[in-house]
């Protein structure tokens, strides 16, 4: 992606709810929608719990900002995010988020900020509530995302096998939406696009770096370059 013309992105870390290891895998995905200009870890920093957070946010241009907290029991981090979740688009500073964390408690903020027409991927881990995951643009598993790295189109047939059957009907019936032509092809961005306006689910969940790599390993889908270049896919039964 140009410097010129790229997308702000600002990133926004729960580091009281997160692990630190994932950090240079959520940058890379977030370097996919621009650049992440805004990088700003939310916490106690007092606390021994995070001095992992505290050791790398030199490294990687993370912003610490303090929050302590101010009655037992109640978490004053994530008011603070918030508060500077909403006011950034005000400030025109922003074009989409990433938020990590696996709180609920943020659905909330996520709504808002989709409702505002910006988009939002968030990182957590596998106890992520659903209320979250569904709220946002795109849910990643961060621990997944970090092994994925690992994964690549040659293991397909092992990654393909984590596939769950709500997501090969999801699909299906992105596929059944979309213009086809009379072989049944239609284009992949297009059945992409559809699957992520009705999920937020992410191929790296999976084990994958792109749709076409995932639909690839499943035999109910076709796939074809067509002399447009663009790729399509079909489903077969």
């Known amino acids: 992606m140009s410097e010129i013309g790229a997308k702000n992105i600002a990133?926004?870390?729960?580091?009281d709810n997160?692990?630190?290891?994932?950090i240079d895998a959520v940058l890379t995905v977030l370097a996919e929608l621009g650049q992440v200009n805004i990088r700003r870890a939310y916490g106690n920093w007092a606390k021994?719990?995070?001095?992992?957070?505290?050791?790398?946010t030199n490294h990687y241009g993370i912003r610490p900002h303090q929050q302590f907290d101010l009655t037992r029991g109640k978490n004053a981090?994530?008011?603070?995010?918030?508060i500077d979740a909403v006011d950034l688009p005000y400030q025109g500073k922003v074009d989409g988020f990433g938020i990590m964390s696996s709180d609920s408690d943020f659905t909330p903020l996520v709504t808002r900020l989709r409702q505002?027409?910006?988009?939002?991927y968030c990182f957590g881990d596998n106890?992520?509530?659903?209320?979250?995951?569904?709220?946002?643009?795109?849910?990643?598993?961060?621990?997944?995302?970090?092994?994925?790295?690992?994964?690549?189109?040659?293991?397909?047939?092992?990654?393909?096998?984590?596939?769950?059957?709500?997501?090969?009907?999801?699909l299906g019936r992105a596929w059944k939406a979309s213009s086809r032509d009379d072989e049944g092809f239609a284009k992949?961005?297009?059945v992409g696009q559809i699957a992520g306006n009705r999920s937020s689910f992410d191929v790296r969940n999976y084990g994958f770096k792109r749709l076409s790599e995932l639909?690839?390993?499943l035999d109910r889908f076709d796939l074809k370059r067509g002399e447009d270049g663009q790729v399509y896919v079909r489903r077969l039964h």
């Not at 092994?147 to 189109?153: E, K, L, V, W």
């Open 11 to 15: 990133l926004l870390i729960d580091a």
């Open 18 to 22: 997160v692990d630190p290891n994932g």
């Open 48 to 56: 021994d719990a995070l001095k992992r957070w505290g050791d790398i």
């Open 77 to 82: 981090t994530d008011m603070a995010m918030t």
């Open 116 to 120: 505002d027409g910006l988009p939002v």
């Open 127 to 170: 106890k992520t509530p659903e209320a979250l995951r569904m709220a946002c643009t795109r849910f990643i598993d961060v621990a997944k995302l970090v092994t994925g790295d690992a994964i690549d189109a040659t293991a397909a047939d092992s990654a393909g096998s984590g596939v769950d059957q709500e997501l090969i009907e999801l």
């Open 188 to 190: 992949l961005q297009e």
């Open 215 to 217: 639909i690839q390993s």
